[in-house]
């Protein structure tokens, strides 16, 4: 840790040079009319007397924007927007004594005309560094075009995907997924195929909180990802279709948006299907039994045909009661499934263990297919009320997600020697889940330089689980009365929070400090298994200091904790592999984390910027998976032989502390690179066994060229290390995209071409495990290589309100608009 922080301090030290262009304008568009924020004006300004701009800006979602790195001087500031009145503001001086100009609010009043069409184009960068969060904004990422979520995922700074779809931040896989800042049971089911359910074109951004402060919930030790998904509150009707077709992935989604005066709808859809595919598995196996004094050594070849599908749709309304009240309702609806089908040839020897004489020789032929379903919808209500105090509002929110899902097995093993007869098992496991949020937020500006938030939140959730297993006997598959069982599961989570929000030292230092109090209740019927209700005081904390308008250094610290989830939980016996089997542990605990981060970001005027982070985490009663090996396992009575049986357990702790690279560079007008790198050391200590340590690393490089004001071509190279577990190694993974988009009728349309690992079959991914008597290398031979072709079209008529209507006030009288 020390040689990062060196390495940190030595690339601060050098970049850090002070600005000569240290003025900055700050200020809100708001839409004269409607009282809404306007996203995506424009923001010019001009040189005294000079007809063109020299720098400029663009408003974000909250019609906020800032220009940085102007020189001393006077100025004149235009804001414009298709559809509206341009604003034009004279004589803005920028001097020694007033460098920051802010402009407050400005109102834009829309014109008389009606547009038949509209083509709202606003670039934002790839990456944005906040006080608390980087926005990843995935609008122009071409070689996701007509992908999924996990394939945009893979380009967000601090994140790792591996080939299965596994998703770590910072090293750590206990992340808090939300769609639109809300939870959904859908990620409960199946992390990897919610994800891939989503489709690329359906994400407007990611936003990757690595600290989070205590307005957000405690839980996930490795931090939140939010998944911000296209919306609009425009005027009138707008929406886009996207059309995918390949070799592995289909895709389709279509959003619609109609607003007109204060009550706006979007509607959307989107699914795709990964078609059949067929991994080749390589598995070998060494097992040592002392008491015996043998040498088992077990071999598996074989292949798995593999089928994935799924789709997300949605509608949501929003009603803008008066000027400072808001209700948004929305409902969504989720679905995903997948099909594994496989035969797997198996050899099994067993020798003298000093003598090398062969004891026995057992050849067999497994035979296993497997399904899973989910089946999910998400409900919310959300009110919003402002005050006349800018920063002041009140948010109310309920929001309730429940899933159904299905999980089925079966596999039979037929032995050609030995005399053995067929064994098999076939299980069935429902299962549902529901959880509701009831939460209330409340935000108070005390003055320009404090803030205060404060808030409560209620979280139920409840699991229902049963498991029905049938098993061959006599030629014929009968109930299994020993592996039948039913699971339920209750978990409560009652939270208050306090934060503040304030400056010191004439705007010197910029923090951020709360607390948040969760107390957990869990009830569980599951013989034996018993977690007692628990307090968590979660302290964080945000630190940052802007050196100049160019660069900022920030320091964070966040208490976080990892509630075991509904795949950890459920002790459903996954036996498709008798010889490989999983089950999660019901009496797991809470993980304990305690995250810190000092970050640095700097920009330069061509349009460049970096962002380096170092981090350090500690987690405590670390939850990882853990593999036992069996002679013989007896499951509900029946026994299996020469088993590895994988479970979650709370595993001592682990530390890991890294180094996070981004950096964006615009070669020429035409040329830009981006780089995205981490390196990490990980540390995990379980006691009476000896430390485990791992050093990982990820590199990414995207180049984008701009040939034309039409044609855009991409380039994308991802590369994952292997990974050192406490068991064993985690393979490395590496891939590449390139991709085309031409765009047509006025922008309007494109047509794009993607590739994936064109030259390469297949992906190899080698992985082992070892322990006191055994040791095992996996071999699985992924098809990766995909061609893809996309097509895109928006299509939009906006309406705007003559700039003369007069709209009525609180009180329900006729008044006129104000004026510029």
Not at 75 to 104: E, P, Q
Not at 619 to 633: E, K, M, P, V
Request: proline share 4%; aromatic share 12%; net charge positive.
């Amino acid at each position: 840790m020390k040689r990062i922080c060196i390495v940190i301090f030595l690339i601060v030290s050098f970049v850090t040079v002070k600005a000569q262009n240290n003025g900055k304008v700050t200020g809100k568009i708001i839409d004269a009319s409607t009282k809404q924020p306007v996203e995506y004006a424009t923001i010019s300004i001009f040189k005294a007397g000079v007809a063109s701009p020299f720098n400029g800006s663009v408003s974000d979602a909250k019609g906020n924007f800032s220009i940085n790195n102007i020189a001393n001087g006077e100025y004149t500031i235009r804001v414009d927007f298709m559809g509206y009145k341009a604003n034009t503001i004279d004589h803005v001086i920028i001097s020694n004594a007033t460098a920051v100009v802010s402009l407050n609010t400005l109102l834009l009043a829309p014109v008389q005309n009606q547009l038949q069409t509209v083509n709202i184009v606003g670039k934002t960068p790839t990456v944005e560094n906040k006080i608390d969060k980087l926005v990843y904004n995935a609008a122009n990422d071409l070689t996701s075009q007509g992908g999924a979520a996990l394939d945009i995922l893979k380009k967000v700074p601090q994140v790792t995907v591996d080939i299965d779809g596994n998703v770590e931040l910072q090293g750590n896989a206990n992340i808090r997924f939300l769609i639109n800042g809300k939870p959904s049971s859908i990620f409960g089911a199946s992390l990897a195929d919610a994800l891939q359910s989503i489709p690329a074109s359906q994400i407007k951004s990611i936003e990757v909180i690595t600290s989070p402060g205590a307005k957000y919930d405690a839980n996930g030790t490795g931090g939140i990802i939010n998944i911000i998904l296209q919306e609009s509150k425009v005027q009138g009707f707008n929406g886009n279709i996207n059309l995918s077709a390949g070799t592995r992935l289909n895709n389709g989604s279509i959003n619609l948006n109609a607003r007109k005066g204060n009550f706006g709808i979007n509607a959307f859809f989107g699914g795709n299907e990964q078609l059949n595919t067929t991994t080749v598995n390589t598995n070998d196996r060494f097992t040592t039994d002392n008491k015996t004094s043998t040498l088992t050594h077990f071999y598996q070849n074989g292949s798995t045909a593999f089928v994935r599908s799924g789709y997300k749709s949605g509608l949501s309304l929003n009603w803008s009661i008066s000027k400072y009240d808001e209700l948004t309702g929305a409902v969504g609806f989720n679905h995903f499934g997948n099909h594994n089908n496989g035969l797997t040839n198996q050899d099994q020897t067993t020798r003298g263990l000093t003598t090398n004489n062969l004891l026995s020789d057992l050849i067999s032929l497994r035979n296993s297919n497997s399904k899973f379903n989910a089946n999910s919808i998400d409900y919310s209500l959300d009110y919003k009320k402002t005050f006349k105090t800018e920063g002041q509002e009140l948010d109310i929110l309920y929001t309730t997600s429940q899933s159904k899902n299905t999980a089925y097995s079966f596999q039979q093993q037929d032995y050609s020697t030995g005399g053995y007869p067929s064994s098999g098992a076939m299980s069935n496991n429902p299962g549902k889940d529901r959880e509701t949020n009831i939460s209330i937020d409340y935000t108070h500006p005390f003055s320009k330089t404090f803030t205060l938030e404060t808030g409560a939140k209620g979280v139920f959730e409840t699991i229902n689980n049963n498991v029905a297993t049938d098993t061959l006997s006599a030629g014929g598959f009968i109930p299994n009365a020993n592996q039948t069982y039913g699971f339920n599961y209750k978990r409560s989570v009652y939270a208050y929070y306090l934060s503040a929000q304030f400056s010191l030292f004439n705007n010197f230092i910029n923090a951020k400090a709360g607390l948040r109090d969760e107390y957990t209740k869990t009830t569980s019927d599951f013989p034996g298994a018993h977690i007692p209700g628990y307090n968590t005081l979660a302290p964080s904390a945000v630190i940052s200091h802007k050196i100049d308008p160019t660069q900022s250094i920030k320091l964070s610290y966040s208490y976080r904790i990892e509630r075991p989830d509904y795949g950890d939980l459920n002790p459903f016996y996954n036996i498709s592999d008798p010889h490989n089997i999983t089950t999660g542990n019901p009496n797991l605990r809470p993980e304990i984390g305690h995250n810190y981060e000092l970050g640095y970001n700097k920009s330069y005027n061509s349009g460049a910027n970096f962002y380096v982070a170092v981090f350090y985490r500690y987690n405590t009663d670390d939850i990882q998976s853990y593999t036992t090996q069996y002679d013989t396992l007896n499951v509900g009575g029946t026994k299996y032989l020469n088993v590895f049986l994988n479970q979650r357990y709370n595993i001592g702790t682990e530390t890991t502390e890294g180094l996070s690279l981004f950096g964006s560079v615009p070669v020429t007008d035409k040329l830009n690179l981006r780089l995205n790198s981490m390196f990490a050391n990980r540390i995990t200590s379980n006691p009476g066994s000896p430390n485990v340590s791992g050093f990982t690393y990820r590199l990414n490089l995207n180049t984008t060229y701009q040939f034309g004001h039409d044609l855009i071509a991409e380039a994308f190279g991802n590369y994952n290390s292997s990974q050192r577990t406490i068991q064993g190694t985690r393979p490395a993974f590496f891939s590449y995209n390139l991709a085309f988009r031409k765009q047509f009728l006025n922008k309007k349309a494109s047509i794009g071409f993607t590739t994936t690992d064109p030259f390469n079959k297949y992906v190899n991914q080698l992985a082992t495990t070892s322990g006191a008597n055994f040791s095992q290398s996996s071999l699985r031979q992924v098809p990766f290589r995909t061609f893809g072709i996309s097509l895109s079209y928006k299509f939009g008529k906006l309406e705007f309100k003559n700039d003369k209507e007069k709209e009525k006030d609180d009180n329900g009288n006729l008044q006129a608009p104000p004026e510029n």
